[in-house]
């Protein structure tokens, strides 16, 4: 057997734009920016571009700060691997057990109630105005379609 088939992922099982798709579908950067950006706005006014580009400067210097990290430790675990490889396998496996309840419990809900969210402000400034509660079924509607799209195909 060789090298190559014993360790890592094989060969053409991701492409380069699955990976893409991927990345940028977990980060959401398009609904962070539409739900976040638009709030930010209506309180900065004419500071709005300075702040946009503080935070864009701050984003690429921790983005900067894994990149460097990951030179050291290459591997497809994460930030738990990092801790693991700073802080010993206790701490990275425990981090590791946290990211998944940050990820489940967290961060996923709040992403789909804020795209709901920012689809019924955007729906109302088109003066489209629905109840105040109808931001609960647009954040269902919004994990069943994410859950749909993430169906594997065969």
């Known amino acids: 057997m060789s090298k190559e088939s014993s360790y890592g992922l094989?060969?053409?099982?991701?492409?380069?734009?699955e990976l893409v798709f991927q990345s940028l579908s977990f980060t959401a950067p398009g609904i962070a920016a539409?739900?976040?950006?638009?709030?930010?706005?209506?309180?900065?006014?004419?500071?709005?571009?300075?702040?946009?580009?503080?935070?864009?400067?701050?984003?690429?210097?921790?983005?900067?700060?894994?990149y460097e990290f990951s030179l050291k430790v290459a591997s497809s675990g994460g930030y738990?691997?990092?801790?693991?490889?700073?802080?010993g396998p206790r701490v990275g496996a425990w981090s590791g057990w946290l990211?998944?309840?940050?990820a489940g419990?967290?961060?996923?809900?709040?992403?789909?109630l804020e795209t709901a969210l920012a689809v019924q402000?955007?729906?109302?400034?088109?003066?489209?105005?629905?109840p105040s509660w109808s931001w609960f079924p647009l954040g269902i509607a919004d994990a069943?379609?994410?859950l749909v799209l993430t169906l594997p195909r065969h």
């Open 34 to 66: 539409l739900a976040t950006l638009s709030g930010a706005v209506a309180f900065a006014y004419g500071s709005a571009p300075l702040s946009v580009i503080l935070a864009a400067l701050g984003v690429a210097s921790a983005a900067y700060a894994v």
């Open 80 to 87: 738990y691997r990092y801790i693991e490889r700073g802080f």
């Open 105 to 112: 419990v967290a961060a996923t809900p709040f992403i789909y």
């Open 99 to 102: 990211y998944i309840l940050y």
């Open 121 to 130: 402000y955007g729906l109302s400034e088109l003066g489209i105005n629905l």
């Open 144 to 146: 069943l379609l994410a």
């Open 10 to 17: 094989k060969r053409g099982v991701v492409t380069f734009w």
